[in-house]
């Protein structure tokens, strides 16, 4: 895995050119008074070098004739290991993550001004830690007080993401196998939960299934809070209360998937409690899923992210308007948007080391053309609230649709010449779920 990592600091620091790149790491969050949450490293520092603590910067400085990658680390503190383990001496953190030098971050002040003097950029991604992004300032105000002196320094701040995120957003063949690993899991933990879905049965059971699968498995946890939501509560997207009793006769809508080895896999399946559509259930189940089935079905190189969201819109709102829902001309619906109180979040997004993946879905006038190695979801919907609200002009939604939340999500790979569903294991056929 060395390798890989500095795989991917070469192919970076050909982009840094002759200037200096510097990675901050993520904080420790926390849970409440002095309780942390087990630590989660910042995906962008964890991607090029795989140190997972905090208190630690990366600095990339391709020109330097010695020191290339550089980390600044928390020093060995015999007290504090006690509470949370053994800490690397610098020389342990040398030779573990290979970097030329390592220095302690309390001499950063000190010690990163000389790596930067002789930069001509500094790329940096101005994020939450605002004490950091301040320093950073600090340094460059400094290196410009002092530049009419050298006659060079770095003359301006870039962002990181814009050179970064573009190699995060192709996987490596390393990375497809760890998110395989993340979407077998999660397949087997729905399969696991859905066997136990039946009326009387409390969400939480079913998140609890899902859970314990995960860590069974050997993953990290949960990628985002599981959401198991029955009835009506399908229709609100972050449900995570997962509080209530399955009822005969209404949907489970599941939206979950594992990190594994920090890698995320992200499904949904929407099945019916007592193992039944109803027939409103159905046509609208139905309607969702060759949404996505079409969205999918156009997920090649050559093709875009643009391309595959206007179809599943096309889709549903064709699919509302048949049956009555929807009313009006086709052309309009699509441009005024009346489709939305329905189906109002994206078709689907970049997935990776963040569940939300980095990457752009448009590229300025141009629309994002997928590459082999993309890994995106696809997770079209219609949510119809109980109080739903159409677009004014449209008419009232009849009871008989209102409670009835479905999303269906897959996590698929753009191959060299077309897709693979990463989570395809898991049944979505109308006839598949409802026999299960
Ligand atoms: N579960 C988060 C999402 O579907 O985007
Ligand atoms: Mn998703
Ligand atoms: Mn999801």
Redo the contacts with the bound molecule.
Sequence with gaps: MNDEFRQRRERLMERVGHGVAIFRSAPVAVMHNDVEYPYRQDSDFLYLTGLNEPEAVAVLTPYHDKHRFILFIRPKNPDQEVWTGMRLSREEARDTFGADEVYLIADLDETLPQYLENADTIYYRFGRDNSFNGRVIKFWQQLMTSYPRRGRGPIAIRDTGVILHPLRMVKSEAEINLMCKAAAISVEAHKRACKKVKPGRYEYEVQAEIEYVFRQQGADGP??PT?AASGSRGCIL?YTDNSQRLQKNELLLI?A?CSYHSYNA?I?RTIPVSGKFTIEQKILYELVLEAQRQAISRIRPANSYTEISEIAVKVITEGLAELGLLTGEFEELIKGEQYKPFFM?RIG?WIGMD??DVGIYQNGDSPQMFLPGNVL?V?PGIYIGPNIQPVEGQPEVDQRWRGIGI?I?DVVLVTPDGNEVLTAGLPKAVREIERR
Aim: glycine share 6%; charged share 30%; hydrophobic share 20%.
């Design positions: 990628a985002y959401i972050h939206d998937g992200d949904t979040h997004h569940v939300h979801t997770e999303r999500e």
